[in-house]
Each structure stands twice: as structure tokens, then as C-alpha cells.
């Protein structure tokens, strides 16, 4: 019997004359359908997405896209920031998929995601974070992957000499899987697959070089009170709870101070929910499509 992965179509498109890696299912459903796309976060890759395409492609046509620099997609060596990958999931959205999204995101997928939705709404009918990445205007400006490398000495992490070296250490499977047992709050969820997902990029050529702009960006992005107050789009908020690396509850009364159009559910898990706890946090996707998002486009 195949496995849920089986039953990926893996493709390439090309963005500004570099090839982009996506996964998708579901996609023959109809071009009224509702149209969903992931967003992986920092370090990760669509196939992050494993356990939530196959479930969610039964009701959506689904969309998971590697970001520029990650995953199977290609990894050149340029400045990178938030603004360009909102440009790689608005032209996505305007050449492949062809409709607006429900966008998706886990981690730094969800600060990209939120962008998108907040300076493209026309191309967004709704935002679902889950765990999201970002500072507010309230809080100090967090360098994201400065932070989730462990708070390393920032003069260290802007030599390009230091930030290869400290890859190389933490791209090791065992480094890799140390980190993950940190950020899941179940190890039994930590599986050689997943480790392996995450392994495997990070062995491509430019991967290195790719972790070396990022460390060395000085580039924080805008806040995400400012995000919010360009957002018009429904708010779904999923939050893993035993999450070490945020405070779920502090950033859950900093998102409703600043919107409204807010559903929310806490759960059980670490960083990474949609992998940990799939059995929850796909049930809850769909039926909040169905009736809020869909339902909010009725009444428009």
C-alpha cells in the first residue's frame, strides 16, 4: 500500500531564473476550489509538511513550496530577506496556483506568510500561523536564526569563516536531532525521516554559503504589530505550547492587541505542530476553512 508520500507530485518552477521545488495534491479538484499553501520554516522544507498534505488534499487543492535557499530549491548566494520571499509566494500564487491561498505557515513560514497576506491581500483569503516567527514593536528585534542558533555571539556569526564552520557542526544528523528533541515536546515525533528531511538539504552545494548570508543579515523585517495593521484577512493562531523557543501565551495577547478577526487553539506540542500533533492540527485547518474563510467570502 503506498505510503501519503506516494501520492506527492513533486515539480519545479523557475523564479527569476532559479529553480523552485514544490510539492502539491489535490490540484485536479477544480479551479473553484480552495487553494492551500504551506510555508516551512527555518531550515525545514515542504516535505515538513508530510503528515498535513495528503489529509488536507481530501477537501483543498494543496500547495507546499520550498522557500529560495531551502530545501530542493535552489540555493544561491545573495542577500536574503523577508521581502523576497514574499515576492517568491505572490508570483507563485500568480503563476502556478492562479487563484488566492489560504496560506500556512510554521515558524518563519508564518512571518513570510503573514507578509504576503498583509502587503498582497488580493491574493489571500486567509492566514493561518502556527507558531509564527517575528518581534513585535513591543519587544526587542530578535535576529530569527541569530536566536534559534542558541543566542551564538553576533561578531562570530558575521564572519562568513565562523558561520561555515558552526554549519557544519549543526547540519550533523546528531546535531540535528539533539536540536529537535529541544523543540517537540513528544521524541517519539523526532523520526529518522524527519531528521533525514532535514539532513538532506543541507548537503546540496550553496547550502553552506546560503546559512552564511543569513547569520550575517542585519536585516530584521518589520514588526509584526506593523503586519497586522495591513492585515484584512481571517487569523487563524495554533500555537504549540511547550514551544522553548517563544513564550505562547505572552505572543497570543500581543497578536490580539492588535487584531481581532482572531481564532485560536493551544496545543500540546513544541515548535512544530503541524508535524507533532497532525491529528490535531489538520482537522482544525479544515473545518476553519470551511467556515470562516469560506464562509466570510459568501458574505463579501
Given at each position: 500500500?503506498?505510503?501519503?508520500?506516494?501520492?506527492?507530485?513533486?515539480?519545479?518552477?523557475?523564479?527569476?531564473?532559479?529553480?523552485?521545488?514544490?510539492?502539491?495534491?489535490?490540484?485536479?479538484?477544480?479551479?473553484?476550489?480552495?487553494?492551500?499553501?504551506?510555508?516551512?520554516?527555518?531550515g525545514?522544507?515542504?516535505?515538513?509538511?508530510?503528515?498535513?498534505?495528503?489529509?488536507?488534499?481530501?477537501?483543498?487543492?494543496?500547495?507546499?513550496?520550498?522557500?529560495?535557499?531551502?530545501?530542493?530549491?535552489?540555493?544561491?548566494?545573495?542577500?536574503?530577506?523577508?521581502?523576497?520571499?514574499?515576492?517568491?509566494?505572490?508570483?507563485?500564487?500568480?503563476?502556478?496556483?492562479?487563484?488566492?491561498?489560504v496560506?500556512?505557515?510554521?515558524?518563519?513560514?508564518?512571518?513570510?506568510?503573514?507578509?504576503?497576506?498583509?502587503?498582497?491581500?488580493?491574493?489571500?483569503?486567509g492566514?493561518v500561523?502556527?507558531?509564527?516567527?517575528?518581534?513585535?514593536?513591543?519587544?526587542?528585534?530578535?535576529?530569527?536564526?541569530?536566536?534559534?542558533?542558541?543566542?551564538?555571539?553576533?561578531?562570530?556569526?558575521?564572519?562568513?569563516?565562523?558561520?561555515?564552520?558552526?554549519?557544519?557542526?549543526?547540519?550533523?544528523?546528531?546535531?540535528?536531532?539533539?536540536t529537535?528533541?529541544?523543540?517537540?515536546?513528544?521524541?517519539?515525533?523526532?523520526?529518522?525521516?524527519?531528521?533525514?528531511?532535514?539532513?538532506?538539504?543541507?548537503?546540496?552545494?550553496?547550502?553552506?554559503?546560503?546559512?552564511?548570508?543569513?547569520?550575517?543579515?542585519?536585516?530584521?523585517?518589520?514588526?509584526?504589530?506593523?503586519?497586522?495593521?495591513?492585515?484584512?484577512?481571517p487569523l487563524?493562531?495554533?500555537?504549540g505550547?511547550?514551544?522553548?523557543?517563544?513564550?505562547?501565551?505572552?505572543?497570543?495577547?500581543?497578536?490580539?492587541?492588535?487584531?481581532?478577526?482572531?481564532?485560536?487553539?493551544?496545543?500540546?506540542?513544541?515548535?512544530?505542530?503541524?508535524?507533532?500533533?497532525?491529528?490535531?492540527?489538520?482537522?482544525?485547518?479544515?473545518?476553519?476553512?470551511?467556515?470562516?474563510?469560506?464562509?466570510?467570502?459568501?458574505?463579501?
Open positions: 500500500m503506498p505510503t501519503p508520500s506516494d501520492l506527492f507530485v513533486s515539480e519545479m518552477w523557475s523564479w527569476r531564473g532559479q529553480p523552485i521545488h514544490y510539492l502539491s495534491q489535490g490540484i485536479n479538484q477544480g479551479s473553484g476550489k480552495q487553494a492551500v499553501l504551506l510555508v516551512h520554516g527555518f525545514a522544507s515542504s516535505l515538513h509538511w508530510r503528515k498535513n498534505i495528503s489529509v488536507v488534499a481530501q477537501h483543498y487543492p494543496v500547495y507546499a513550496i520550498d522557500l529560495l535557499g531551502f530545501g530542493r530549491s535552489a540555493k544561491p548566494n545573495l542577500p536574503y530577506r523577508t521581502e523576497m520571499w514574499r515576492d517568491q509566494l505572490r508570483d507563485f500564487c500568480q503563476q502556478v496556483i492562479r487563484r488566492p491561498v496560506v500556512v505557515g510554521n515558524s518563519l513560514g508564518g512571518y513570510v506568510g503573514l507578509s504576503l497576506a498583509s502587503d498582497w491581500p488580493e491574493w489571500v483569503r492566514v500561523l502556527l507558531n509564527s516567527a517575528g518581534s513585535f514593536g513591543s519587544q526587542p528585534q530578535a535576529n530569527l536564526w541569530k536566536q534559534m542558533t542558541g543566542g551564538i555571539l553576533r561578531w562570530g556569526l558575521q564572519q562568513k569563516v565562523v558561520s561555515h564552520l558552526l554549519f557544519y557542526s549543526i547540519r550533523k544528523p546528531e546535531a540535528i536531532r539533539k529537535l528533541l529541544k523543540v517537540y515536546r513528544d521524541p517519539a515525533a523526532v523520526t529518522d525521516q524527519l531528521v533525514e528531511d532535514i539532513y538532506r538539504p543541507s548537503c546540496e552545494a550553496g547550502a553552506a554559503d546560503v546559512f552564511a548570508a543569513l547569520m550575517q543579515a542585519n536585516q530584521k523585517g518589520r514588526s509584526v504589530d506593523e503586519l497586522l495593521r495591513s492585515l484584512v484577512r487563524l493562531l495554533i500555537w505550547e511547550a514551544d522553548p523557543w517563544m513564550d505562547c501565551r505572552q505572543r497570543s495577547q500581543l497578536y490580539h492587541q492588535h487584531y481581532q478577526m482572531i481564532e485560536e487553539h493551544f496545543l500540546s506540542a513544541g515548535h512544530c505542530p503541524h508535524d507533532e500533533v497532525p491529528e490535531l492540527v489538520n482537522p482544525l485547518l479544515c473545518d476553519w476553512i470551511e467556515k470562516k474563510v469560506l464562509h466570510t467570502a459568501l458574505l463579501s
